[in-house]
């Protein structure tokens, strides 16, 4: 099978592995994600988009599955590969960082949390208006977070 066509069939496959995870299995999904994750890299090289999409995919099901530490260990290198290839401000990295937030957030860590919105706030700064909707609201999540600390 070609290149293209092997990538074809991994799309179609992290689309199964999501309607999956929207259906409630998680475990499944997981499961199918981290297979993923690494036919990608084999296919299309770490660094690719769609590598770096199923990655952020995976994070986003362990969250939703309540495995917010097992998430967290997806994010944190993820961002890092994100920010490197696709560059700060890229709107997956400002999904990834909002994520690592709100999973910070469950697993009680509040100070990183904040940390995390802080440096979505500063991308956020970059890229909008002031007085975006978007940029309120984090600056509201922080102070609610600077508050409960």
């Given at each position: 099978m070609s290149s293209a066509g092997e990538l074809e069939?991994?799309?179609?496959?992290?689309?199964?592995?999501?309607?999956?995870?929207?259906?409630?299995?998680?475990r499944t999904a997981v499961k199918e994600?981290?297979?993923?994750?690494?036919?990608?890299?084999?296919?299309?090289?770490?660094?690719?988009?769609?590598?770096?999409?199923?990655?952020?995919?995976l994070a986003r099901v362990l969250g939703a599955a309540k495995q917010s530490a097992k998430a967290i260990a997806v994010?944190?290198?993820?961002?890092?590969?994100?920010?490197?290839?696709?560059?700060?401000?890229?709107?997956?990295?400002?999904e990834t960082r909002q994520l690592l937030a709100n999973l910070r957030y469950a697993t009680g860590d509040t100070g990183g949390a904040a940390a995390d919105l802080e440096q979505l706030l500063a991308a956020l700064s970059r890229v909008l208006m002031p007085t975006h909707d978007r940029i309120t609201k984090v600056k509201r999540d922080i102070e609610f977070l600077k508050r409960t600390r």
């Open positions: 069939e991994l799309h179609a496959r992290a689309a199964e592995a999501e309607a999956r995870a929207h259906a409630g299995d998680f994600l981290r297979a993923l994750v690494g036919q990608y890299g084999e296919v299309a090289g770490a660094d690719a988009p769609g590598t770096l999409t199923v990655r952020l995919n994010c944190e290198p993820l961002l890092r590969d994100q920010v490197r290839v696709l560059g700060p401000d890229h709107e997956d990295v400002l």
